[in-house]
């Protein structure tokens, strides 16, 4: 996405919270909505039926009030007037609690008209109790008639009938509008709830192409990289600080390609250096042997000395390819192929390539090692030449008769295989990576045998030491990691 080079990581966690605060915001309005309406409508049905029912009551009061009123005072009951004002007093609560749940100024004013006519009533009916004693009897007849009576709440009746039909259409109104919302809540829902999916899917596209998988190509770039592969680059996109990353990450493989091609450089001059000088060596005193005897054998008259001077010839040339065999063995990269094999197997293998040897010297060798059943992750070839080597050192070393001591040690996370001659001692110590020869009694030997056990040890990941002392014998050490077998 090209517009994502002009965003920040701030900008996208903006992005992201307020889509989430959206999302919180809908879901609570819904919500609230839902409550408020629901609230709403519920007081207010309780509040209209409640008024409905305070009207009803009142206009039953007032019947009964003209019955029990007008039936106490036909009968000449004294406790006429106190049931009189009773009914009064039920009758004025209830038209206060009507004024009081008014909500509207329409509402109040048809409360007000009924409560108008009921005190025109009140006049009517009151006028059974003015001056008794003067009213004759036609008078009350008249006025306790039951027709007349029925006259007197005519006016009352027309507002008692128009707050009754205002608080029906007051129902109805709350009707539809509980109707509305039922109707269109299933709409507005599944809207609200496809736009709260269509934002979570923008802000995940939007994160997604930003900031994850810039992230993993970062991610997979460097895993690439760290294998050496220094020519590959990391794709810049994203927001600007992962695209600012893989930028720094690409200098940094650039940076290295340069360092390494640099070093390599180094390096190989510097292996050239150390290699012409052992090349010139172990190459220039063969020859030189070869050139003398050569000369030597121009005056040579005796058969026998003749055949030894030719033998000689030989013999270096001989040497002279078995160290170049070996050189060029050294040279060539190593490719362990590792399985599982026990450490009695290599190094029987390598000792019955030496039996010869041994026993023309006579040598006890005390092989402490067969009852270690340890299994280690090897290429039994290669461990078995650098075996080889080393013993055969150890070996050659040995004076006749002496003793050779083989033990392998096992630890808690390693192996240690010991070679001991007891011989005059090395006289210096190897280091890995060195091709100087070191001073040698050998007639046959190359002075390649440590450095190529030196290279097949750090080939496996192993660590090969030695340790000498004067006239005392010398000790090589193989410490290997140890490994379950599969």
């Given at each position: 996405?090209?517009?994502?080079?002009?965003?920040?990581?701030?900008?996208?966690?903006?992005?992201?919270?307020?889509?989430?605060?959206?999302?919180?915001?809908?879901?609570?309005?819904?919500?609230?909505?839902?409550?408020?309406?629901?609230?709403?409508?519920?007081?207010?049905?309780?509040?209209?039926?409640?008024?409905?029912?305070?009207?009803?009551?009142?206009?039953?009061?007032?019947?009964?009030?003209?019955?029990?009123?007008?039936?106490?005072?036909?009968?000449?009951?004294?406790?006429?007037?106190?049931?009189?004002?009773?009914?009064?007093?039920?009758?004025?609560?209830?038209?206060?609690?009507?004024?009081?749940?008014?909500?509207?100024?329409?509402?109040?004013?048809?409360?007000?008209?009924?409560?108008?006519?009921?005190?025109?009533?009140?006049?009517?009916?009151?006028?059974?109790?003015?001056?008794?004693?003067?009213?004759?009897?036609?008078?009350?007849?008249?006025?306790?008639?039951?027709?007349?009576a029925e006259a007197m709440f005519d006016e009352f009746e027309e507002k008692y009938l128009n707050l009754k039909a205002l608080y029906t259409q007051q129902l109805q109104e709350l009707e539809q509008t509980i109707e509305l919302w039922t109707r269109y809540a299933p709409i507005l829902i599944p809207v609200l709830?496809?736009?709260?999916?269509?934002?979570?899917?923008?802000?995940?596209?939007?994160?997604?192409?930003?900031?994850?998988?810039?992230?993993?190509?970062?991610?997979?770039?460097?895993?690439?990289?760290?294998?050496?592969?220094?020519?590959?680059?990391?794709?810049?996109?994203?927001?600007?600080?992962?695209?600012?990353?893989?930028?720094?990450?690409?200098?940094?493989?650039?940076?290295?390609?340069?360092?390494?091609?640099?070093?390599?450089?180094?390096?190989?001059?510097?292996?050239?250096?150390?290699?012409?000088?052992?090349?010139?060596?172990?190459?220039?005193?063969?020859?030189?042997?070869?050139?003398?005897?050569?000369?030597?054998?121009?005056?040579?008259?005796?058969?026998?000395?003749?055949?030894?001077?030719?033998?000689?010839?030989?013999?270096?040339?001989?040497?002279?390819?078995?160290?170049?065999?070996?050189?060029?063995?050294?040279?060539?990269?190593?490719?362990?192929?590792?399985?599982?094999?026990?450490?009695?197997?290599?190094?029987?293998?390598?000792?019955?390539?030496?039996?010869?040897?041994?026993?023309?010297?006579?040598?006890?060798?005390?092989?402490?090692?067969?009852?270690?059943?340890?299994?280690?992750?090897?290429?039994?070839?290669?461990?078995?030449?650098?075996?080889?080597?080393?013993?055969?050192?150890?070996?050659?070393?040995?004076?006749?008769?002496?003793?050779?001591?083989?033990?392998?040690?096992?630890?808690?996370?390693?192996?240690?295989?010991?070679?001991?001659?007891?011989?005059?001692?090395?006289?210096?110590?190897?280091?890995?990576?060195?091709?100087?020869?070191?001073?040698?009694?050998?007639?046959?030997?190359?002075?390649?045998?440590?450095?190529?056990?030196?290279?097949?040890?750090?080939?496996?990941?192993?660590?090969?030491?030695?340790?000498?002392?004067?006239?005392?014998?010398?000790?090589?050490?193989?410490?290997a990691p140890k490994h379950k077998p599969e």
């Amino acid at each position: 996405m090209a517009y994502a080079h002009k965003r920040s990581l701030s900008h996208l966690l903006l992005v992201h919270e307020v889509a989430f605060l959206f999302l919180v915001a809908v879901t609570g309005l819904l919500t609230g909505l839902s409550a408020y309406l629901w609230q709403k409508t519920s007081a207010a049905s309780v509040r209209i039926n409640n008024s409905i029912y305070l009207s009803e009551q009142l206009r039953g009061e007032l019947y009964r009030q003209l019955q029990e009123v007008s039936r106490a005072r036909w009968s000449g009951d004294e406790n006429a007037l106190e049931v009189y004002y009773e009914y009064s007093r039920r009758i004025g609560r209830h038209f206060n609690q009507l004024r009081r749940s008014s909500l509207t100024r329409e509402e109040d004013e048809v409360v007000q008209a009924l409560q108008l006519a009921y005190r025109k009533i009140q006049i009517d009916i009151y006028r059974i109790f003015d001056n008794p004693t003067t009213t004759s009897r036609g008078e009350r007849v008249e006025i306790l008639d039951f027709r007349n009576a029925e006259a007197m709440f005519d006016e009352f009746e027309e507002k008692y009938l128009n707050l009754k039909a205002l608080y029906t259409q007051q129902l109805q109104e709350l009707e539809q509008t509980i109707e509305l919302w039922t109707r269109y809540a299933p709409i507005l829902i599944p809207v609200l709830f496809l736009l709260a999916v269509i934002i979570v899917a923008f802000t995940s596209r939007f994160i997604r192409n930003s900031f994850v998988r810039p992230m993993a190509s970062i991610m997979a770039g460097a895993t690439v990289i760290s294998r050496g592969e220094l020519d590959h680059r990391v794709p810049e996109q994203g927001v600007n600080e992962v695209a600012e990353l893989a930028g720094s990450i690409n200098r940094m493989a650039g940076e290295l390609k340069t360092s390494r091609d640099a070093l390599v450089e180094h390096e190989r001059q510097a292996a050239l250096g150390s290699l012409i000088p052992v090349v010139a060596h172990n190459i220039r005193n063969p020859l030189a042997s070869i050139r003398a005897a050569a000369q030597v054998l121009d005056d040579v008259d005796d058969k026998a000395e003749l055949k030894e001077g030719k033998q000689a010839i030989v013999d270096t040339i001989d040497r002279l390819g078995r160290w170049v065999n070996a050189l060029v063995s050294y040279l060539h990269p190593l490719q362990p192929v590792l399985r599982d094999v026990s450490v009695v197997t290599l190094l029987d293998g390598a000792l019955e390539l030496l039996q010869a040897r041994i026993s023309e010297k006579e040598l006890v060798v005390r092989g402490e090692y067969r009852d270690a059943p340890v299994t280690l992750k090897v290429d039994p070839d290669l461990m078995e030449q650098a075996l080889y080597g080393l013993l055969a050192n150890a070996v050659d070393a040995s004076p006749d008769r002496a003793e050779l001591l083989i033990t392998v040690t096992e630890e808690q996370r390693f192996v240690t295989i010991g070679i001991r001659d007891y011989g005059s001692g090395l006289p210096f110590i190897p280091e890995p990576g060195n091709l100087e020869p070191g001073p040698s009694t050998k007639r046959f030997g190359t002075g390649l045998g440590i450095p190529i056990a030196f290279k097949i040890c750090q080939s496996h990941g192993w660590n090969l030491g030695f340790e000498a002392e004067d006239n005392a014998g010398t000790l090589a050490r193989i410490t290997a990691p140890k490994h379950k077998p599969e």
